[in-house]
């Protein structure tokens, strides 16, 4: 009996000690870096530079309410930026994380790395989402493109 009851002290305190923290100095261990460096949509190649401008450009406008008519001075074309629907109500078109269930937006990225004010949006769109962290912000979800989907859907580009 009483070996017993020493067998499950020991266990119990050998749990606690396999269990327990161990602190390791940073200098001891080689991270991997998995930072992201670009994008790429297609054959389209885009730096952080040009992401972040065209990130800024569409979530000034949303923040102002302000939009960019796709065809100037034409009624009902597309205003930019504007909800991204995934394929809603329907089928997900593709996979929204890391902005599951958040209210997603597009924004054109142009391959010259200009500005979009206007015309052709061309393939490659930039989406963001209504933050859940800070009311009134945005953050970057992802950058999807037309080139290599079937029809008008759209495939999520690569990171870099």
């Known amino acids: 009996m009483w070996t017993m009851q020493f067998l499950a002290v020991l266990a119990v305190a050998s749990a606690a000690v396999l269990a327990s923290p161990v602190a390791v100095n940073a200098t001891d261990v080689e991270l991997e870096a998995r930072a992201v460096k670009g994008y790429v949509c297609g054959t389209q190649k885009y730096t952080l530079t040009a992401v972040d401008n065209a990130m800024g450009d569409g979530i000034r406008l949303q923040r102002s309410l302000k ?22 109500p329907t089928k997900l078109e593709l996979d929204p994380a890391p902005c599951a269930k958040l209210n997603l937006y597009e924004f054109p990225i142009l391959p010259s790395g200009a500005d979009y ?4 949006p061309g393939a490659d769109r930039i989406v963001f989402a209504d933050s859940v962290k800070t009311p009134g912000a945005y953050e970057q979800c992802f950058l999807m493109t037309h080139t290599g989907a079937t029809g008008n859907l759209f495939v999520k580009c690569k990171t870099t």
Not at 67 to 88: A, C, D, M, S
Not at 117 to 120: F, I, R, S, V
């Open 67 to 88: 939009f960019i008519q796709q065809v100037p001075g034409q009624t009902g074309t597309t205003l930019w930026p504007h909800e991204y629907r995934n394929g809603k």
């Open 117 to 120: 004010l206007g015309g052709a």
